[in-house]
C-alpha cells in the first residue's frame, strides 16, 4: 500500500511540471513533386498531402495601423519595416532591438517603450516562414514593408560554438549560423508573448551570453519536464506536442527521400519493433516544422533534450528527410546534431542517402472520399428534384451532377439498381455509373419526367458509392402532370374607389395584370370596346396588345383629375385570349371635393369679442392694461398669417407682446394669441389700429382698432417725522427687564391715516440697518400703530435677536471671560394703554441684553408710499446681575 501511494505522489509531482499542449501549424505547402513536376498529392505522404498541422487563420496577420502587425497565427507582435536599422552584428542589433527601439522610432505610434523589443529567437523568426512560397515575397504582401533577400539574425546562440549565433535565409528558408561580430545582418524585432493559436515553444537555450539574447527572455511555451515519454510500444510522446514518433530512430537506414515517404507510410504495428496496434497510413514522414519540434537549442551532438526516450540514433550528428518540398528535385532534411535545416536531392540513396524517423498524429487526417449531389433545380443540394407543372406527353430534363470532395478516389455502382425509377420518370444520358471519380472530380446524368396523366408524381432512386457516412444518396423526384395549356388573367384590383378629390388635382392607381396560367396571355387594346370617360383617363399603359408568358405581368394606370364638385361612375374592359374570362371589366369611383380654403376669424377679449374694437379702460399715466387677440382658422386649408402690424404698424402708448402668431401657418380648427398693451404716457385720449395679413382670400388683412384714455397720477405728500421722548437720549442703567419707549406722532399733510413702526437694534443707524420688529424667527411681530385715540389695546409681538460675532466681540471688548453666544432676547413691545395724550405713543420692551447699547427710532408710514423716520436715540441697559 505504501509503495502504491509513493508511486501516486510521483506522477502528480512529474505531471505537475508538463506545459500546456502545444499545437503546431502547417508548413504552407499544399502542392506535391516528384522530380518532373508538380503530381496528385493523394497517397503521397508528401507534405502537401499530409497537410499535418494546425491550419492558418486568414487573414494571417493584422495591420495595427501603428508601425506594428499581429500575427494571428501565433499571437506574436511584429515592426512592420524589416529594414528599419540595416546591416548590424549580433551584439548590435541585440542593442537596437532592446534599447533603441521605441514609439516614435521606425514609424511606431504604438505607445511602446525601450525594453518592449526583442530580438526574435530562432523559433520566433522561423514561424514566418511559408514553405509554400517565397517567403520573402509573401511578407512583403501580408503587411510587412522592406522585407529583404538576405539574412535575418535570431537572438539565440548556436550551442556547438557559442561565438555564433543561428541566422535565417528568408529568400530560401535556409537556417545557418555565423560570427556573433564579425557577421552582417538585418534583423526583424519582435514583442508580446506566444499566445497561439499555434504557440511558438521554447528554444530550450536558457544561458544568457549577452543582455536580450535568447537564454535572457527565454520566449515562447514552457517545454514540459520530462520532454518525452516512452510508451512501452515503440513509441515515444512528446509532451509538448502530443506528436508520437517512433523509438527505433535508425529502423530503415540510409535511404533516398522517396522510398523515405513510403516506408513512413506503410509502417505499422510489427515493424520497427511497433507494438502500438497501429495500421498502415497512420504514420508518416514529419514536415520541417515537426521535425523540427525536436530540436534542443542548448544542445547538440545531438540536439536533443537529455534524458530522451529515443534508441539507435545512428551518430550525433546524424541527417533526417522531412516531407517537405524545395522545388522539384530538392527537399528538406535536418542534422540532428545541431538543428540546421537545409535541402539536398531528393535521389540520394545509400551510402549516400538520410535516414526517416517516422511520426503520428499532428492533425494528419486519412484520405476518404466524400460525395456531394446536386440538380438543376433550386435549392441545388436538398436531394429533390422538382419538375413542376408538365404538359401531358410531353417531357421536362434535370440535371444530377455528382462531385467528389474528399481526399480519395470515388467509386460509384449502378445508379437506380436497387431502387430503381418508374412510370413518369426515367434515367438517361448516365456518365456516372461504375465510374471512379478523382478528388475534385465530377460526373452528370439526366433524369426525365414524360406524365401521363393529371396527376402528381412523386419516385426516388438510390446513388451508391463507396463514401464511408454517405452510401446510398437517395434522391426524391416530383412532378405535377397537366392537361393542354391555357391562358389565366388575374387583376390585381376589379373596383377602384378613390374616394374623395379636390377639384383640379388628380390621383392615380396603377393596375397590374398577371398570366397565372400555362401559356401566353395574349392582351387587345385596354378600354377601347368600354372607353373611360373624363374625368377618368388610362395613362402609362404596358399592357395593351401585349403576350404575357405563364407568371409575368404588365401594369398600366387609371388618372382621376375632377374639374369639379360631384360624384363621377365610370369602367373599362381589359380583353385578352383567357377562354373565361373575356374581358375583365374594372369599375372605377370617385368625388369631385371644393378646393380648401383658409377663413380667417379674429376676436378679442372685450365684450363683443368679434367687432375688431379693443376700447381699453381709463387708466392712470404709468400704469398700464393688456388685452388678448385670438387668432382661428376656421376654413379646411391651413392658415398663413403674415408679421402682425407690418404695414400699419401700432404707436406708442400701444404695443404687441407675446406674439406667438406672427409668420405661423394654422391648421384648419387651430388658433394662436397675441397681447395688445396699452400703457399711457400722457393723460389724454389715444386711438390707432393694427393690420393681421393672411392668406386667407377674402379678409385680407384683418384690421383691429384700439382706444384708451391717459388719467393723471395723485401726488403723495409725506408725513411729518415722529419725535422720540423716552428714554432720554444717551441714558445709562436702563432696566433690562422692562423700558417703555415714547414718542410724539407725526402728522400727515394729505389726511392720510398713520401707521408707525418701531427700530430697535445695536447698529447705530437702525432705521436703515435693521429690520422693524419682523423677525421671520420671532413668534409675533406687529409693529404697525395706528394712530389716533383708542390706541391702547395691547399688542404683544416677539423677535429673537440672535447675538452672535458682534456681541462675542463686544463682551471680549469689556474684559468678560465667557466666550458664550449671547441667547435670543425676547421683546414684547405694546402699545400704551395709560397713555392719555392722544399725540403721543408708546412701545414697551423686556428681555434685553444687560449692558448693551440699543438704538432706536420711529417711523411713520402713510400707505401711500411715504414713510417718514424719527431721529435715532441710544441708551444703555444695566447689568442687574451686579
Same mark, same amino acid.
Given at each position: 500500500?505504501?509503495?502504491?501511494?509513493?508511486?501516486?505522489?510521483?506522477?502528480?509531482?512529474?505531471?505537475?511540471?508538463?506545459?500546456?499542449?502545444?499545437?503546431?501549424?502547417?508548413?504552407?505547402?499544399?502542392?506535391?513533386?516528384?522530380?518532373?513536376?508538380?503530381?496528385?498529392?493523394?497517397?503521397?505522404?508528401?507534405?502537401?498531402?499530409?497537410?499535418?498541422?494546425?491550419?492558418?487563420?486568414?487573414?494571417?496577420?493584422?495591420?495595427?495601423?501603428?508601425?506594428?502587425?499581429?500575427?494571428?497565427?501565433?499571437?506574436?507582435?511584429?515592426?512592420?519595416?524589416?529594414?528599419?536599422?540595416?546591416?548590424?552584428?549580433?551584439?548590435?542589433?541585440?542593442?537596437?532591438?532592446?534599447?533603441?527601439?521605441?514609439?516614435?522610432?521606425?514609424?511606431?505610434?504604438? +505607445?511602446?517603450?525601450?525594453?518592449?523589443?526583442?530580438?526574435?529567437?530562432?523559433?520566433?523568426?522561423?514561424?514566418?516562414?511559408?514553405?509554400?512560397?517565397?517567403?520573402?515575397?509573401?511578407?512583403?504582401?501580408?503587411?510587412?514593408?522592406?522585407?529583404?533577400?538576405?539574412?535575418?539574425?535570431?537572438?539565440?546562440?548556436?550551442?556547438?560554438?557559442?561565438?555564433?549565433?543561428?541566422?535565417?535565409?528568408?529568400?530560401?528558408?535556409?537556417?545557418?549560423?555565423?560570427?556573433?561580430?564579425?557577421? +552582417?545582418?538585418?534583423?526583424?524585432?519582435?514583442?508580446?508573448? &506566444?499566445?497561439?493559436?499555434?504557440?511558438?515553444?521554447?528554444?530550450?537555450?536558457?544561458?544568457?551570453?549577452?543582455? +536580450?539574447?535568447?537564454? $535572457?527572455?527565454?520566449?515562447?511555451?514552457?517545454?514540459?519536464?520530462?520532454?518525452? &515519454?516512452?510508451?512501452?510500444?515503440?513509441?515515444?510522446?512528446?509532451?509538448?506536442?502530443?506528436?508520437?514518433?517512433?523509438?527505433?530512430?535508425?529502423?530503415?537506414?540510409?535511404?533516398?527521400?522517396?522510398?523515405?515517404?513510403?516506408?513512413?507510410?506503410?509502417?505499422?504495428?510489427?515493424?520497427? +519493433?511497433?507494438?502500438?496496434?497501429?495500421?498502415?497510413?497512420?504514420?508518416?514522414?514529419?514536415?520541417?516544422?515537426?521535425?523540427?519540434?525536436?530540436?534542443?537549442?542548448?544542445?547538440?551532438?545531438?540536439?536533443?533534450?537529455?534524458?530522451?526516450?529515443?534508441?539507435?540514433?545512428?551518430?550525433?550528428?546524424?541527417?533526417?528527410?522531412?516531407?517537405?518540398?524545395?522545388?522539384?528535385?530538392?527537399?528538406?532534411?535536418?542534422?540532428?546534431?545541431?538543428?540546421?535545416?537545409?535541402?539536398?536531392?531528393?535521389?540520394?540513396?545509400?551510402?549516400?542517402?538520410?535516414?526517416?524517423?517516422?511520426?503520428?498524429?499532428?492533425?494528419?487526417?486519412?484520405?476518404?472520399?466524400?460525395?456531394?449531389?446536386?440538380?438543376?433545380?433550386?435549392?441545388?443540394?436538398?436531394?429533390?428534384?422538382?419538375?413542376?407543372?408538365?404538359?401531358?406527353?410531353?417531357?421536362?430534363?434535370?440535371?444530377?451532377?455528382?462531385?467528389?470532395?474528399?481526399?480519395?478516389?470515388?467509386?460509384?455502382?449502378?445508379?437506380?439498381?436497387?431502387?430503381?425509377?418508374?412510370?413518369?420518370?426515367?434515367?438517361?444520358?448516365?456518365?456516372?455509373?461504375?465510374?471512379?471519380?478523382?478528388? $475534385?472530380?465530377?460526373?452528370?446524368?439526366?433524369?426525365?419526367?414524360?406524365?401521363?396523366?393529371?396527376?402528381?408524381?412523386?419516385?426516388?432512386?438510390?446513388?451508391?458509392?463507396?463514401?464511408?457516412?454517405?452510401?446510398?444518396?437517395?434522391?426524391?423526384?416530383?412532378?405535377?402532370?397537366?392537361?393542354?395549356?391555357?391562358?389565366?388573367?388575374?387583376?390585381?384590383?376589379?373596383?377602384?374607389?378613390?374616394?374623395?378629390?379636390?377639384?383640379?388635382?388628380?390621383?392615380?392607381?396603377?393596375?397590374?395584370?398577371?398570366?397565372?396560367?400555362?401559356?401566353?396571355?395574349?392582351?387587345?387594346?385596354?378600354?377601347?370596346?368600354?372607353?373611360?370617360?373624363?374625368?377618368?383617363?388610362?395613362?402609362?399603359?404596358?399592357?395593351?396588345?401585349?403576350?404575357?408568358?405563364?407568371?409575368?405581368?404588365?401594369?398600366?394606370?387609371?388618372?382621376?383629375?375632377?374639374?369639379?364638385?360631384?360624384?363621377?361612375?365610370?369602367?373599362?374592359?381589359?380583353?385578352?385570349?383567357?377562354?373565361?374570362?373575356?374581358?375583365?371589366?374594372?369599375?372605377?369611383?370617385?368625388?369631385?371635393?371644393?378646393?380648401?380654403?383658409?377663413?380667417?376669424?379674429?376676436?378679442?377679449?372685450?365684450?363683443?369679442?368679434?367687432?375688431?374694437?379693443?376700447?381699453?379702460?381709463?387708466?392712470?399715466?404709468?400704469?398700464?392694461?393688456?388685452?388678448?387677440?385670438?387668432?382661428?382658422?376656421?376654413?379646411?386649408?391651413?392658415?398663413?398669417?403674415?408679421?402682425?402690424?407690418?404695414?400699419?404698424?401700432?404707436?406708442?402708448?400701444?404695443?404687441?407682446?407675446?406674439?406667438?402668431?406672427?409668420?405661423?401657418?394654422?391648421?384648419?380648427?387651430?388658433?394662436?394669441?397675441?397681447?395688445?398693451?396699452?400703457?399711457?404716457?400722457?393723460?389724454?385720449?389715444?386711438?390707432?389700429?393694427?393690420?393681421?395679413?393672411?392668406?386667407?382670400?377674402?379678409?385680407?388683412?384683418?384690421?383691429?382698432?384700439?382706444?384708451?384714455?391717459?388719467?393723471?397720477?395723485?401726488?403723495?405728500?409725506?408725513?411729518?417725522?415722529?419725535?422720540?421722548?423716552?428714554?432720554?437720549?444717551?441714558?445709562?442703567?436702563?432696566?433690562?427687564?422692562?423700558?417703555?419707549?415714547?414718542?410724539?406722532?407725526?402728522?400727515?399733510?394729505?389726511?392720510?391715516?398713520?401707521?408707525?413702526?418701531?427700530?430697535?437694534?445695536?447698529?447705530?443707524?437702525?432705521?436703515?440697518?435693521?429690520?422693524?420688529?419682523?423677525?421671520?424667527?420671532?413668534?409675533?411681530?406687529?409693529?404697525?400703530?395706528?394712530?389716533?385715540?383708542?390706541?391702547?389695546?395691547?399688542?404683544?409681538?416677539?423677535?429673537?435677536?440672535?447675538?452672535?460675532?458682534?456681541?462675542?466681540?463686544?463682551?471680549?471688548?469689556?474684559?468678560?471671560?465667557?466666550?458664550?453666544?449671547?441667547?435670543?432676547?425676547?421683546?414684547?413691545?405694546?402699545?400704551?394703554?395709560?397713555?392719555?395724550?392722544?399725540?403721543?405713543?408708546?412701545?414697551?420692551?423686556?428681555?434685553?441684553?444687560?449692558?448693551?447699547?440699543?438704538?432706536?427710532?420711529?417711523?411713520?408710514?402713510?400707505?401711500?408710499?411715504?414713510?417718514?423716520?424719527?431721529?435715532?436715540?441710544?441708551?444703555?441697559?444695566?447689568?442687574?446681575?451686579?
Amino acid at each position: 500500500m505504501a509503495q502504491k501511494i509513493i508511486i501516486q505522489l510521483m506522477c502528480m509531482f512529474l505531471w505537475a511540471g508538463f506545459a500546456s499542449a502545444v499545437d503546431l501549424p502547417k508548413t504552407g505547402q499544399t502542392t506535391c513533386r516528384d522530380n518532373f513536376g508538380t503530381i496528385n498529392c493523394t497517397n503521397t505522404g508528401q507534405d502537401g498531402d499530409t497537410q499535418a498541422g494546425l491550419a492558418w487563420p486568414d487573414p494571417r496577420f493584422t495591420d495595427n495601423g501603428d508601425g506594428t502587425l499581429t500575427d494571428n497565427l501565433t499571437g506574436l507582435i511584429w515592426l512592420q519595416n524589416a529594414n528599419c536599422f540595416g546591416y548590424l552584428n549580433f551584439p548590435d542589433a541585440l542593442t537596437y532591438a532592446n534599447s533603441v527601439l521605441q514609439n516614435n522610432v521606425c514609424g511606431l505610434t504604438d +505607445g511602446s517603450a525601450l525594453g518592449d523589443w526583442r530580438l526574435p529567437n530562432i523559433n520566433e523568426l522561423r514561424s514566418l516562414i511559408n514553405s509554400g512560397d517565397n517567403t520573402v515575397t509573401w511578407l512583403n504582401t501580408q503587411g510587412f514593408i522592406n522585407v529583404q533577400d538576405v539574412d535575418y539574425v535570431t537572438s539565440t546562440t548556436y550551442a556547438y560554438d557559442t561565438t555564433k549565433v543561428w541566422r535565417v535565409e528568408l529568400s530560401s528558408d535556409y537556417t545557418l549560423t555565423y560570427n556573433k561580430v564579425s557577421g +552582417g545582418f538585418n534583423f526583424l524585432a519582435v514583442r508580446g508573448t &506566444s499566445t497561439g493559436p499555434a504557440q511558438v515553444l521554447r528554444t530550450g537555450q536558457s544561458t544568457s551570453y549577452l543582455t +536580450g539574447d535568447d537564454g $535572457d527572455f527565454q520566449a515562447g511555451a514552457v517545454l514540459p519536464s520530462p520532454r518525452f &515519454s516512452d510508451n512501452g510500444d515503440g513509441t515515444v510522446t512528446d509532451n509538448i506536442t502530443t506528436l508520437i514518433w517512433l523509438k527505433n530512430a535508425e529502423c530503415f537506414g540510409k535511404q533516398g527521400w522517396y522510398d523515405a515517404l513510403a516506408d513512413a507510410n506503410s509502417l505499422a504495428d510489427g515493424l520497427c +519493433g511497433l507494438t502500438d496496434g497501429s495500421a498502415a497510413g497512420e504514420w508518416h514522414l514529419p514536415n520541417r516544422v515537426e521535425m523540427r519540434s525536436l530540436i534542443d537549442y542548448s544542445q547538440s551532438l545531438p540536439a536533443l533534450t537529455p534524458g530522451h526516450s529515443f534508441v539507435n540514433l545512428p551518430s550525433v550528428n546524424s541527417v533526417y528527410w522531412t516531407s517537405t518540398n524545395y522545388g522539384t528535385d530538392t527537399a528538406w532534411y535536418i542534422s540532428m546534431g545541431d538543428g540546421g535545416l537545409a535541402t539536398t536531392s531528393k535521389l540520394k540513396v545509400f551510402p549516400d542517402g538520410w535516414y526517416a524517423w517516422p511520426v503520428k498524429g499532428g492533425g494528419v487526417v486519412t484520405p476518404v472520399p466524400d460525395i456531394t449531389v446536386t440538380d438543376s433545380a433550386a435549392p441545388a443540394t436538398d436531394l429533390d428534384v422538382v419538375f413542376g407543372d408538365v404538359t401531358l406527353n410531353t417531357s421536362s430534363d434535370q440535371t444530377v451532377t455528382i462531385t467528389n470532395d474528399g481526399s480519395a478516389d470515388l467509386v460509384i455502382g449502378l445508379i437506380a439498381q436497387a431502387n430503381p425509377v418508374a412510370g413518369a420518370f426515367s434515367i438517361l444520358n448516365d456518365t456516372c455509373s461504375s465510374q471512379t471519380l478523382n478528388p $475534385d472530380a465530377s460526373c452528370t446524368f439526366t433524369v426525365r419526367f414524360t406524365p401521363d396523366a393529371v396527376d402528381a408524381f412523386v419516385e426516388s432512386f438510390d446513388i451508391p458509392s463507396n463514401d464511408v457516412d454517405e452510401n446510398p444518396v437517395t434522391m426524391v423526384l416530383h412532378g405535377n402532370g397537366i392537361g393542354t395549356p391555357a391562358p389565366d388573367i388575374t387583376l390585381d384590383v376589379l373596383q377602384i374607389p378613390f374616394g374623395s378629390v379636390t377639384e383640379n388635382t388628380t390621383v392615380d392607381q396603377v393596375v397590374t395584370v398577371t398570366n397565372n396560367g400555362n401559356a401566353d396571355l395574349v392582351l387587345g387594346t385596354v378600354g377601347a370596346s368600354d372607353t373611360l370617360a373624363a374625368p377618368y383617363s388610362i395613362i402609362n399603359d404596358n399592357c395593351s396588345a401585349q403576350t404575357l408568358t405563364p407568371t409575368a405581368n404588365c401594369t398600366l394606370t387609371v388618372r382621376f383629375a375632377p374639374l369639379g364638385i360631384g360624384s363621377f361612375n365610370d369602367s373599362f374592359d381589359v380583353p385578352s385570349n383567357d377562354p373565361d374570362e373575356n374581358p375583365v371589366t374594372v369599375n372605377v369611383s370617385g368625388t369631385g371635393a371644393a378646393t380648401p380654403v383658409a377663413d380667417i376669424a379674429v376676436s378679442d377679449s372685450v365684450t363683443p369679442a368679434d367687432d375688431h374694437i379693443i376700447p381699453f379702460a381709463d387708466l392712470t399715466v404709468g400704469v398700464s392694461g393688456e388685452q388678448t387677440v385670438t387668432i382661428e382658422n376656421l376654413g379646411s386649408a391651413d392658415l398663413v398669417i403674415g408679421q402682425i402690424a407690418q404695414n400699419n404698424p401700432l404707436a406708442a402708448p400701444f404695443t404687441i407682446i407675446n406674439d406667438n402668431c406672427s409668420t405661423q401657418t394654422i391648421a384648419p380648427s387651430a388658433s394662436c394669441t397675441f397681447t395688445v398693451r396699452f400703457a399711457p404716457i400722457a393723460a389724454e385720449a389715444f386711438s390707432d389700429s393694427l393690420d393681421i395679413p393672411s392668406n386667407d382670400p377674402d379678409e385680407n388683412p384683418v384690421t383691429i382698432n384700439v382706444s384708451g384714455t391717459g388719467l393723471s397720477a395723485a401726488t403723495n405728500n409725506p408725513p411729518s417725522a415722529p419725535q422720540l421722548l423716552s428714554p432720554a437720549n444717551g441714558q445709562q442703567g436702563v432696566a433690562t427687564t422692562l423700558v417703555t419707549l415714547t414718542y410724539l406722532k407725526g402728522t400727515d399733510p394729505d389726511a392720510d391715516p398713520l401707521t408707525y413702526e418701531l427700530y430697535l437694534c445695536t447698529d447705530s443707524d437702525p432705521f436703515n440697518n435693521c429690520q422693524p420688529y419682523v423677525n421671520p424667527t420671532a413668534a409675533v411681530v406687529a409693529p404697525k400703530i395706528p394712530a389716533g385715540p383708542g390706541n391702547g389695546t395691547m399688542m404683544l409681538f416677539a423677535f429673537t435677536l440672535t447675538v452672535l460675532g458682534a456681541a462675542h466681540f463686544l463682551q471680549r471688548r469689556k474684559g468678560l471671560a465667557v466666550g458664550m453666544l449671547l441667547t435670543a432676547g425676547v421683546l414684547l413691545v405694546s402699545c400704551s394703554g395709560g397713555n392719555h395724550d392722544p399725540n403721543q405713543g408708546s412701545f414697551t420692551a423686556s428681555n434685553l441684553a444687560p449692558d448693551t447699547t440699543y438704538y432706536w427710532s420711529v417711523a411713520a408710514d402713510d400707505g401711500n408710499g411715504g414713510q417718514t423716520p424719527s431721529d435715532t436715540r441710544h441708551f444703555t441697559t444695566g447689568n442687574e446681575a451686579e
